[in-house]
């Protein structure tokens, strides 16, 4: 027997071959005036009520495409604007510019489900490449990029609107560690001796000595120093969200993992 949908929108049925349809309206037909209807199928009753919910509140949100049409651009505003929930401010930034920079660009105009692997190598590669007066991409930032695209095109085989992620098999530029020279003993104490009355004098020396990233450093708060323990705890990060005309805020540190330094 057909089941109703969570919400009441749609049905969910069975088949006789073993896997389960959701079938959900999406209008109707401006001919006829019949009701127009679509299916999405899965191999258990929780996969397609997921995949029901999220056609239903497409719908919803006027934002619903039928898959057959829906371009991988289209995909990517839906994926900013639904599925970024719970990520670190600075985070969608950089996720939103990827996308509007370096993905749309390229990848955009593409249907969804013809997108394959050998076109977002083409990206990959040619992002690696100086283009005219643009300088190539770094290792690290075409990496980031994948990691954008990879991310939005997971949640879709996800919901099903992808049977598999075709980023997946796309070898990635390998990164160039670059040499890192510290200060000797010599040039730390000449260091020391400028910075010696500077009102940031506290702030340099504890970067200095602790190896704390600059946003720990200028998130710590006195409560997080134990001068009894000689310990510092990094709990938070002040960051600036760029999306919002540049309003500092307080977050978790990196990996949301705080740590005790001593």
Not at 28 to 46: A, I
Request: proline share 5%.
């Amino acid at each position: 027997m057909p089941r109703r949908g969570a919400q009441g929108n749609g049905t969910i049925r069975q088949r006789p071959d073993g896997r389960w349809e959701a079938r959900y309206t999406v209008g109707r037909d401006p001919g006829t005036g019949k009701q127009v209807q679509k299916s999405v199928y899965g191999s258990t009753q929780k996969e397609v009520r997921q995949k029901l919910s999220a056609a239903v509140k497409a719908i919803d949100d006027g934002t619903y495409t039928e898959l057959s049409k829906m371009t991988v651009g289209q995909w990517l505003d839906i994926w900013t604007a639904e599925y970024l929930g719970g990520i670190k401010p600075a985070s969608v930034f950089v996720y939103t510019e990827s996308v509007r920079l370096y993905i749309k660009p390229a990848l955009g105009a593409t249907k969804l489900e013809a997108l394959n692997t050998h076109a977002i190598q083409t990206l990959y590669n040619a992002l690696s490449q100086p283009r005219g007066e643009k300088k190539a991409l770094s290792p690290k930032t075409v990496k980031c990029v994948h990691g954008v695209l990879h991310k939005a095109l997971q949640q879709a085989v996800a919901i099903g609107y992808l049977k598999f992620n075709p980023s997946t098999a796309c070898p990635l530029p390998r990164p160039v560690k670059r040499e890192i020279n510290p200060l000797d003993e010599e040039q730390t104490k000449l260091f020391l001796q400028a910075i010696t009355g500077h009102r940031f004098q506290v702030l340099f020396t504890v970067t200095m000595f602790t190896g704390m990233r600059a946003a720990e450093v200028l998130g710590l708060a006195w409560s997080a120093v134990d001068f009894d323990r000689g310990t510092i705890r990094v709990e938070r990060q002040l960051r600036k969200d760029r999306k919002k005309g540049g309003e500092y805020y307080f977050t978790t540190p990196k990996n949301d993992k705080p740590r005790t330094l001593s």
